[in-house]
C-alpha cells in the first residue's frame, strides 16, 4: 500500500509538470502577449513591464525561473492586477469549494438512492420516472439548465434571489452543479448494483436468511460503491473548482472566472497559476479516490 502511494505521488509530481510545460509552452506560441491591446503602451513602458516580469528573456529560461519561483511558493503576481495570484486563488476558491461541496454531496446523496430505487424497482414505474428524468439532465446542456432555473425561479416566481457577495444563496447554483453528476452517479449506481444483486454471494446471503435491508446495504451497495468512487474524485475536482458556465450565468466570483478573464487578458501569471493549482486539485482528488478502495473493498490489492 505504502509503496503504491509513493509511485502515485511521484508519478502526480511528473503529471502536473508536464501540464504545466505544455500550458506554458502553448500559451507563449499564441501570437500576442499581455501587454498587446488596441491602447497598447508606449515602447518604453511596454519594454521596462517585459523586463520586469521576465518576458523578455527566451521562452525557456522564462519557464525555469517561473519553475524556480514556483518551488519557493511563489505564485507570482498577476499582470493585469498586480495582485498575488496565491492570495487571488484563496480568495476565489473558497466561494467555488463552497458551492461545489454542497454539489458533490447532493449528486452522490441522491444519485445513490435514485441508482438503488431504479435498480431495486427495475422494470417498474419508478425505474422508468428515474430514467427518464436523468436522461433529460444528462442530455440538457448546464448553460441551458442554469438560465432557465434563474428566468423560472429567480425572475419570474420570485422564489429565491439573484446571488450576491454580501447575501448569497445556493440553491439554484447547487442544483445547476449538482443535477448532471446526480444523474450520472444515479445511472452508475443502477448498473453496478444490478450487476451485484446477481452475484452469487447475494443469493447465499439471502438464502442464508439474511434480512433484505442487510443484504442491501452491507453486501450490494457497499459492492456496487467502487465504479461511483472512480468517478467521484475526478468530478470532486472539477465541480470543487466552479463550473465555468453556471458562475458566469449567476455572477459567482469564483475560481472558474478568474481562470477565464485570465485567458481573454493573456494574463499568463494567472493561466499558470490557475492551471497548476487545478491539476494539482484533479490529481490529489483521483489519487484519494484510487486509496478509498482499499477503504470499500479490502480485497482490492495495489501492485
Do not use: C
Request: charge should be positive; hydrophobic fraction near 50%.
Amino acid at each position: 500500500m505504502l509503496k503504491y502511494a509513493i509511485k502515485r505521488v511521484l508519478l502526480a509530481i511528473v503529471t502536473i509538470f508536464i501540464i504545466s510545460a505544455i500550458t506554458f509552452f502553448a500559451m507563449n506560441a499564441i501570437p500576442g502577449g499581455p501587454f498587446a491591446k488596441e491602447k497598447a503602451p508606449e515602447p518604453r513602458i511596454q519594454a521596462v513591464l517585459e523586463e520586469r516580469f521576465n518576458l523578455d528573456k527566451p521562452v525557456g529560461e522564462q519557464f525555469f525561473l517561473y519553475l524556480r519561483n514556483l518551488l519557493s511558493g511563489d505564485f507570482g503576481v498577476s499582470l493585469k492586477t498586480g495582485r498575488e495570484i496565491s492570495s487571488t486563488i484563496s480568495s476565489s476558491f473558497a466561494i467555488s469549494a463552497r458551492l461545489g461541496g454542497i454539489a458533490v454531496l447532493a449528486a452522490l446523496f441522491f444519485g445513490l438512492i435514485f441508482g438503488s430505487v431504479a435498480a431495486l424497482r427495475r422494470g417498474k414505474w419508478a425505474d422508468r420516472t428515474i430514467i427518464f428524468f436523468t436522461t433529460l439532465f444528462v442530455a440538457v446542456p448546464s448553460f441551458i439548465l442554469a438560465t432557465l432555473l434563474l428566468l423560472i425561479f429567480s425572475h419570474t416566481l420570485g422564489w429565491f434571489k439573484v446571488w450576491s457577495i454580501t447575501d448569497p444563496n445556493y440553491t439554484l447554483p447547487v442544483v445547476s452543479l449538482a443535477l448532471y453528476p446526480m444523474a450520472y452517479i444515479t445511472r452508475l449506481t443502477k448498473s453496478s448494483m444490478l450487476d451485484v444483486l446477481g452475484q452469487d454471494y447475494i443469493r447465499t446471503a439471502r438464502a442464508k436468511g439474511v434480512s433484505e435491508q442487510i443484504v442491501i446495504a452491507k453486501h450490494a451497495l457497499r459492492n456496487a460503491l467502487i465504479p461511483v468512487i472512480t468517478y467521484v474524485g475526478p468530478l470532486t475536482a472539477y465541480i470543487l473548482t466552479g463550473s465555468l458556465v453556471v458562475e458566469t450565468v449567476f455572477t459567482i466570483g469564483g475560481l472558474g472566472t478568474h481562470f477565464v478573464t485570465a485567458i481573454n487578458n493573456r494574463d499568463y501569471s494567472m493561466i499558470m497559476g490557475t492551471t497548476i493549482f487545478l491539476a494539482t486539485l484533479m490529481v490529489v482528488m483521483t489519487l484519494i479516490s484510487d486509496l478509498l478502495y482499499k477503504a470499500i473493498d479490502p480485497k482490492i490489492t495495489f501492485d
